[in-house]
């Protein structure tokens, strides 16, 4: 049974509705798919860069700079020690593996459940916008504000083929535009709305059909 969606045009105004059919429209919610998938997603955004050397890495001699007794001074070891500039750092942070395997399945799920999800709230939208002949963040912003989202956190999903219309989406604050092709579920999910851009219905259902 299909799913029927609002459509807008070019200039904001409702063009009639769009009929939707498939598991990625009309999918149950899982919670769990959408669980990992999300996790998974946020592993593979993290650096993993922080590390600081201990005392036994820092450049430095292991000899103990004078003796224990007789010098007045308080008793060193190495010159490596963390109480001196230069030394090794305690406790400090250091690289840590984010091993989180979720299999194509289960992504795939997720995304189904995310759009899914958008679509039964009323917080997905098909816009038939023609074809930018110049870059005008301005007749963005007119369009969103018309349907009322404008202001909120809102991702567009396009076909890549009008760079004037991504050009205008840039400057928008919480806009994301991206290629429907590379869509994830986290995207959807931290998004107030889903926007489409009618040619990239198509390439939904090709790609993750």
Known sequence: M???VKCYNNSG???GTISLAGDLFESKFD???LYYSVVDHLHQKRQNTSKTKTKGEVAGSGKKPWRQKGTGRARVGTRRTPLWI???VVFGPKRTEYNFKVNRKVK???LNTAISKRVSDGRFIVINKKKFDAP???TVAKVLKSIGIYG????ILDDGSDKNFYRSCRNISGLQVIP?????????VNNDWLVVVKEAVGTLLEVFK
């Open 108 to 110: 795939r799920k997720a």
């Open 31 to 33: 919670e769990n798919s």
């Open 2 to 4: 299909a799913v029927k």
């Open 136 to 138: 005008s963040t301005k």
């Open 13 to 15: 105004k409702e063009d």
């Open 180 to 188: 429907a092709k590379h869509v994830n579920a986290y995207q959807v």
């Open 152 to 155: 909120g956190k809102v991702l």
């Open 86 to 88: 230069g030394g090794g």
